[in-house]
């Protein structure tokens, strides 16, 4: 069983930083792909980044390069998505999610709770 927590959410105006992070828990969750998805109002949700379990490699969405970065301790077992220049676009509940498989899979098992990020204009 994976736990995932995340937090650093708000509301801040457009141009302004963020950073978002995933506090992972669990006996395996150190060899999983961690990921950031986004899920706006009436939109369905969608990928953000993710990073492999060593930290190593990483994936973002065209929607967020240059922009967003994301990163891993993996002494903490803990993600972390950077957000600059943020946008009113941006709006959405963030969610970390944990995956048995690389960084370009889609298939993730466990999901936190979210985070809502609020981006004025």
């Known amino acids: 069983q994976v736990q995932l927590v995340e937090s650093g959410g708000g509301l801040v105006q457009a141009g302004d930083s963020l950073r978002l992070t995933c506090a992972a828990s669990g006996d395996t969750v150190s060899g999983h792909t961690l990921g950031w998805f986004r899920q706006a109002p009436g939109k369905e949700r969608e990928f953000v980044a993710a990073?492999?379990?060593?930290?190593?490699?990483?994936h973002h969405a065209d929607s967020v390069k240059g922009r967003f970065t994301i990163s891993r301790d993996v002494a903490k077992n803990t993600a972390y998505l950077q957000m600059n220049s943020l946008k009113p676009e941006d709006t959405a509940v963030y969610y970390c999610a944990s995956s048995r498989t690389s960084i370009w899979g889609n298939v993730y098992d466990y999901w936190g709770q979210g985070t809502q990020v609020t981006v004025s204009s």
């Open positions: 990073v492999s379990w060593d930290g190593k490699s990483t």
